[in-house]
Nanobody
Framework: QLQACGGGLVQVGGSLRLSCAAS???????????LGWFRQAPGKEREFVAS????????HYADSAKGRFTISRDNAKNTVYLQMNSLKPEDTAVYYC?????????????????WGQGTQVTVSS
């Protein structure tokens, strides 16, 4: 299982740090595979936000996240993080963490096998 948390209500320009911890059988996959964050706003399709390779040295960001968001991971804690700064109203969405099928960071939604339950992020203007 993947448990995401850290969402909430924040004002424009504020920051949030999301975390997602793996438990149970997912732990074995989490430590060796790439991890990612996606988001889904009401009425829109789920979209890629950021991903990180299994070693943590390779990262990939959506254009909307570059320069504002930072993805990181702690394999000892089986946890992936998403630091979000300079938040905008258009960042409002449910954020999902996911475990990829391979060790390589990827933006492809179809490349992810396990998904967390999502955490709501709301940015007010």
């Amino acid at each position: 299982q993947l448990q995401a948390c850290g969402g909430g209500l924040v004002q424009v320009g504020g920051s949030l740090r999301l975390s997602c911890a793996a438990s149970g059988r997912t732990i074995r996959t989490t430590s060796n595979n790439a991890l990612g964050w996606f988001r889904q706003a009401p009425g829109k399709e789920r979209e890629f936000v950021a991903s990180i390779g299994w070693r943590g040295s390779s990262t990939h960001y959506a254009d909307s996240a570059k320069g504002r968001f930072t993805i990181s991971r702690d394999n000892a804690k089986n946890t992936v993080y998403l630091q979000m700064n300079s938040l905008k109203p258009e960042d409002t969405a449910v954020y999902y963490c996911a475990v990829a099928r391979s060790s390589i960071a990827t933006s492809s939604l179809e490349s992810y096998a396990y998904w967390g339950q999502g955490t709501q992020v709301t940015v007010s203007s």
